[in-house]
């Protein structure tokens, strides 16, 4: 009983196109810094912000997605991986946004001076 290899080049490429794309458009933004995007915020962050975060965590998923093959596997085990990943994810991005926040008012209202 033999097996038959089945090659993936197409799904490699694919892969590498759509992450390239992704990453050539957030360095875009970040060179380019659009004033609609860079000068309004969203829950106390800049909406450019926002998109590097947002884009970031699609290429994250994909890449699990694509090259850890969780697309086979069990929605069990799927769920066992993405979901403690997303909890965790929204957990940093809250303790980031709220402690950025109240060093930022520290440092805004005392007479402690930005050093850095």
Do not use: C, Q
């Not at 799904?11 to 458009?25: A, C, D, E, Q």
């Amino acid at each position: 009983m033999s097996h038959e290899h089945v090659s993936n080049t197409k799904r490699i490429w694919t892969v590498f196109g759509l992450l390239s794309v992704i990453t050539i458009v957030e360095v875009i933004f970040g060179i380019i810094k659009p004033d609609v995007l860079h000068m309004n915020s969203f829950m106390a962050m800049s909406l450019l912000n926002w998109l590097f975060i947002i884009l970031t965590l699609v290429k994250a998923y994909y890449i699990v997605w694509a090259f850890m093959h969780m697309e086979g596997e069990k929605s069990t085990l799927k769920n066992a991986v993405v979901l403690p990943v997303i909890f965790l994810i929204l957990y940093l991005l809250f303790i980031l946004l709220t402690e950025g926040n109240y060093i930022y008012e520290v440092f805004k209202n005392s007479t402690i001076k930005w050093n850095f």
